[in-house]
């Protein structure tokens, strides 16, 4: 009788901190999203400088920076610290075995910025955006394709009601919407490219912190779009300090603090379920357009808003939500 009581309160004590981590990555990541929200609005206030190249460009090279500068001097204090820790050489191997993978990311997450950013001139905004906004269906079938992954029908019933309700959103754009069939197809490259990258971040959290995660993806990343703004010839950096604030904004706000909190959900949340949780992304930037820009809602996007939170709520409640190694 004694032993089943203790194993009850093992039982609950075991539950109430996997329970903990989960809401901690939960919270992290819609602040997360919220930070990237604001992609669209520091972009277009920068448009009168820069292209959305350059400005890609500035995020990705002020972030490796900033956030180079603050690691280096953690490390100076750490090496004068008198109770410091020797550097572990098992370290060093893990990132020699997994450069690969940091690369990948870099990478994918380089490309998807410039296919969507090239997207939106090819064809109208309405169309790029539920386009790439395919993004949670692409990471499922990935996951399913390359690691076997499977889902259930909560987690796939929360994710048609997500997405429904962004094709609603974008219903009235889509109405009147042309565009170019390059311009779609980058689109849908975009949001392949998010699915590579979410899963290759899911499986980087496992051995490497957020903040080692992101700083080598912010620089190989920086890496692989200098050739693409030499190439065109444009503005490189922002001639006022205007501009400057902008950019800046943008790689503090949506790079550092954004796509940190993010990359720190992925400990213990699954990809395809932050991939469903990213549809609040064009939510909250209409919301900002309405606040800031005075841009008219009409009453079908607020109900389309109330099905995105919806299905992003059922998907949330399901086992899939939640990453393997920490389920």
């Known amino acids: 009788m004694v032993s089943k009581a203790i194993r009850l309160e093992l039982t609950k004590q075991q539950t109430e901190t996997q329970i903990l981590p989960n809401w901690l990555a939960l919270v992290s990541l819609l602040i997360g999203i919220l930070g990237i929200s604001f992609a669209a609005i520091f972009i277009k206030l920068s448009e009168s400088e820069l292209s959305p190249y350059a400005t890609i460009f500035n995020r990705l090279w002020i972030s490796t920076a900033s956030l180079g500068l603050v690691n280096g001097i953690q490390a100076i204090r750490r090496r004068y610290s008198p109770d410091r820790e020797e550097d572990s050489p098992k370290n060093s191997e893990n990132f020699t075995k997994y450069i690969w993978l940091f690369v990948g990311y870099g990478t994918f997450f380089a490309a998807a910025q410039l296919f969507w950013a090239w997207s939106i001139t090819q064809t109208s905004v309405a169309i790029s955006t539920v386009l790439h906004n395919l993004t949670p269906l692409f990471t499922c079938l990935l996951a399913w394709l390359l690691f076997g992954k499977h889902f259930d029908n909560k987690f796939i019933f929360g994710m048609a009601i997500a997405l429904s309700g962004v094709v609603v959103i974008e219903l009235e754009d889509l109405q009147v919407a042309t565009g170019k069939v390059q311009g779609d197809l980058a689109a849908v490259i975009s949001a392949i490219l998010v699915a590579g990258y979410l899963l290759i971040v899911e499986r980087l959290r496992t051995k490497f912190s957020a903040n080692n995660i992101l700083i080598a993806g912010s620089a190989i990343a920086t890496l692989v779009t200098i050739p693409i703004v030499y190439l065109t010839h444009e503005r490189i950096f922002p001639y006022s300090w205007k501009g400057w ?25 699954s990809s395809g379920f932050i991939a469903i949780a990213f549809l609040l992304d064009p939510v909250i930037t209409s919301l900002q357009a309405w606040l800031i820009f005075s841009e008219r809602l009409s009453v079908s996007s607020w109900m389309a808003f109330a099905v995105v939170l919806l299905g992003i709520y059922i998907a949330q409640l399901s086992k899939s939500a939640v990453k393997e190694e920490s389920a």
């Not at 604030?245 to 400990?267: E, K, T």
Request: glycine share 12%.
């Open 245 to 269: 604030l902008f950019v800046i904004g943008l790689a503090l706000v949506c790079q550092i603090i954004g796509q940190g909190l993010i990359v720190y959900s992925q400990n213990m949340l």
